[in-house]
T-cell receptor, first 114, second 109 residues
Framework: EPEVTQTPSHQVTQMGQEVILRCVPI?????FYWYRQILGQKVEFLVS????????KSEIFDDQFSVERPDGSNFTLKIRSTKLEDSAMYFC????????????FGEGSRLTVL | DAKTTQPPSMDCAEGRAANLPCNHS???????VYWYRQIHSQGPQYIIH???NNETNEMASLIITEDRKSSTLILPHATLRDTAVYYC??????????FGQGTELSVKP
């Protein structure tokens, strides 16, 4: 069964460093998303991406964050100048675009900022 | 913010049906009801969705009231592996999923 894959599964970084989280959505899906979940809290929407541009973003997704689809398969989330409060699980999701289609989530990348 | 209300936790005996309620009294005509679950800290997993009619798949059944202001997710024969947080979400076509706190279901032997 097709699945969304994310790398790395766990990344530890120092405060102030930049991190890139990578996602390979399901082939032929058109819509892509990033969500995050701080430990013990709810899953929060960050950004949605369609047709090579951001279609919607939350107030969490400020200038510190950026997304990119550098080639036909990868979808990345870049976090610049990481802060302690960026420590969380980051989930990538994709959607086939055929309404009302479900979102398929990856297993997540755990980011720990020290 | 989430537009749904769910009980924070529920227990269910293994092998029995788990009935998880959800209120969505402000749902719009073009919004679907989706159910996802999250086991431990894994990625959320799609279960089922519906608009007006009741729906059933291999995982669960979804019962939506006639006025669409509430729904119930039914796991017909709960197993220990169904222990998870269950999220009821309303979503417009093509819209983002907004997760609330969900219901923490504990299936007990």
């Amino acid at each position: 069964e097709p699945e969304v894959t994310q790398t790395p599964s766990h990344q530890v970084t120092q405060m102030g460093q930049e991190v890139i989280l990578r996602c390979v959505p399901i082939s032929n899906h058109l819509y892509f998303y990033w969500y995050r979940q701080i430990l013990g809290q709810k899953v929060e929407f960050l950004v949605s991406f369609y047709n090579n541009e951001i279609s919607e973003k939350s107030e969490i997704f400020d200038d510190q964050f950026s997304v990119e689809r550098p080639d036909g398969s990868n979808f990345t989330l870049k976090i610049r100048s990481t802060k302690l409060e960026d420590s969380a699980m980051y989930f990538c999701a994709s959607n086939g675009g055929r309404p009302p289609g479900e979102l398929f989530f990856g297993e997540g990348s755990r980011l720990t900022v020290l | 913010d989430a537009k749904t209300t769910q009980p924070p936790s529920m227990d269910c005996a293994e092998g029995r049906a788990a009935n998880l309620p959800c209120n969505h009294s402000t749902i719009s005509g073009n919004e679907y009801v989706y159910w996802y679950r999250q086991i431990h800290s894994q990625g959320p997993q799609y279960i089922i969705h519906g608009l007006k009619n009741n729906e059933t798949n291999e995982m669960a059944s979804l019962i939506i009231t006639e006025d669409r202001k509430s729904s119930t997710l039914i796991l017909p024969h709960a197993t220990l592996r169904d222990t998870a947080v269950y999220y009821c979400i309303v979503r417009v076509l093509g819209g983002k999923l907004i997760f609330g706190q969900g219901t923490e279901l504990s299936v007990k032997p």
